[in-house]
């Protein structure tokens, strides 16, 4: 972290790449979060501001491709794991506004615009964002900001898919069926209830309400 923000050797985003695949993005963002404000406790962050300015590639240039993605799900985790400590930040309306608070705001800064479209990567003001990285004309930017919106969309996906499956197990459990009997009720396959359950495949939304009518219909007590 401190190396990227400091001097963006090319060796660097490589051990960066090595950490990431280790410990996991997650991780390494909130270890890197923590770091950053212990360090600077007047909360403008400059190191971690200089630390995500470093995984732009408008600032690192051509790397592979595997670097360059990893460079943004690392700042996109890294930028998210303090997102809820700041208020949302207002509207960005211009490409000039954008381009400055691009270059010369920090980390609170960005996480406060964050804040604005973590829960709705889809929202108008998200994909207003993406066409004024586009007007700004810095080279790459767009790139960067495109990566980062792909990134976050990703990440919203698969939080969303967790929660249904979290919603599964619970509803299996609270049925006081085995996952295989639940299964054999719901008239599937076990690996394949299994697999709704670890959120390997998300259920449509028909099955979701057959899961919710099959628990129900298991739980409630029969009339004497």
């Keep these: 972290m401190f190396a990227i923000a400091a001097w963006r050797d090319p060796e660097d985003y490589a051990d960066l790449l090595l950490l990431s695949d280790r410990h996991g993005l997650h ?10 404000s212990r360090i600077e406790g007047d909360r403008r962050l400059l190191l971690g501001s200089r630390f995500c300015h470093g995984l732009a590639p408008t600032h690192y240039g051509d790397l592979a491709e595997d670097l360059a993605t990893t460079c943004a799900r690392v ?3 890294f930028m998210l794991a303090g997102a809820h400590e ?7 309306e211009t490409p000039e506004e954008f381009l400055r608070h691009y270059l010369d705001d920090g980390l609170p800064e960005w996480r406060a615009q964050i804040a604005r479209y973590a829960e709705d990567p889809w929202s108008p003001y998200a994909r207003r964002l993406n066409e004024l990285a586009e007007q700004a004309g810095l080279p790459g930017l767009d790139i960067t900001i495109g990566r980062f919106m792909a990134e976050m969309r990703e990440h919203t996906e698969s939080r969303d898919r967790e929660m249904v499956a ?3 197990r619970r509803l299996v459990t609270e049925s006081g069926l085995s996952q295989r009997d639940f299964a054999t009720r719901l008239g599937t396959s076990p690996s394949r209830m299994s697999s709704y359950c670890t959120g390997q495949v998300t259920p449509s939304a028909a099955l979701l309400l057959r899961i919710r009518r099959l628990a129900r219909a298991v739980t409630q007590p029969r009339p004497d």
């Design 27 to 36: 991780r390494l963002a909130l270890v890197q979060h923590h770091l950053s």
């Design 75 to 77: 700042g996109m985790r």
């Design 86 to 92: 700041v208020e949302p930040g207002p509207d960005i």
């Design 166 to 168: 979290r919603e599964i």
